[in-house]
Antibody, heavy 121, light 112 residues
Framework: QLQLQESGPGLVKPSETLSLTCTVSGGSLTTSSYYWGWIRQPPGKGLEWIGYIYYSGNTYYNPSLRSRVTISVDTSKNQFSLKLSFVTAADTAVYYC?????????????WGQGTLVTVSS | QSVLTQPPSVSGAPGQRVTISCTGSSSNIGAGHDVHWYQQLPGTAPKLLIYGNSNRPSGVPDRFSGSKSVTSASLAITGLQAEDEADYYCQSYDSSLSDFVIFGGGTKLTVL
């Protein structure tokens, strides 16, 4: 059974960079047709897609966050990571990592449990 | 404001049928992009409920069904149960945004 687990600091200071890692177990990041992504949810609000990456390194970002987001993959560790720079209080949210299928199944079928990141000095 | 519009809340009594709408436009649902639905129980991560407009992943009860029309989609829940109380989100893609991911604003289902 595929499992995803987010990890990283729960508190980040304004203007600094948020860094999270998602560790995948029970399956390989290099399985073809799958994308590995990040989605966030501010407290009490809805879901916002951040971006995703293919194991080859191709990345796709939400245009509204593109200038501040970097998603990378480490196939040797079966992990992928999120960096969000110049954070503000508006970036406070639960951050989820998730797997997206390919063209035939472009839904998010596996999700991590989520990790709350608070931006505060 | 979400690109996909959902009612903020719906409610129903146990055993009843409820529907949740997801209204898009010609650049997303109307452009042929499939709609997927997620259920988020309180304090938990979203869970895939319906994919490809009307398909249920293994383990999802057949009380949940999805449909798609021209520029909208619907999630129907029959035989409402207390454990169905959750937030529900629709998701698709938008051609005006380079086929990137879009979510509806979410609908809170209350079981009376």
């Amino acid at each position: 059974q595929l499992q995803l687990q987010e990890s990283g600091p729960g508190l980040v200071k304004p203007s600094e960079t948020l860094s999270l890692t998602c560790t995948v177990s029970g399956g390989s990041l290099t399985t073809s047709s799958y994308y590995w992504g990040w989605i966030r949810q501010p407290p009490g609000k809805g879901l916002e897609w951040i971006g995703y990456i293919y194991y080859s390194g191709n990345t796709y970002y939400n245009p509204s966050l593109r200038s501040r987001v970097t998603i990378s993959v480490d196939t040797s560790k079966n992990q992928f990571s999120l960096k969000l720079s110049f954070v503000t209080a508006a970036d406070t949210a639960v951050y989820y990592c998730a797997r997206r299928g390919g063209i035939v199944r472009p839904d998010f079928d596996y999700w991590g449990q989520g990790t709350l990141v608070t931006v505060s000095s | 404001q979400s690109v996909l519009t959902q009612p903020p809340s719906v409610s129903g009594a146990p055993g009843q049928r409820v529907t949740i709408s997801c209204t898009g436009s010609s650049s997303n649902i109307g452009a042929g992009h499939d709609v997927h639905w997620y259920q988020q129980l309180p304090g938990t991560a979203p869970k895939l409920l319906i994919y490809g407009n009307s398909n249920r992943p293994s383990g999802v009860p057949d009380r949940f069904s999805g449909s798609k029309s021209v520029t909208s989609a619907s999630l129907a829940i029959t035989g409402l149960q207390a454990e169905d109380e959750a937030d529900y989100y629709c998701q698709s893609y938008d051609s005006s945004l380079s086929d990137f991911v879009i979510f509806g604003g979410g609908t809170k289902l209350t079981v009376l």
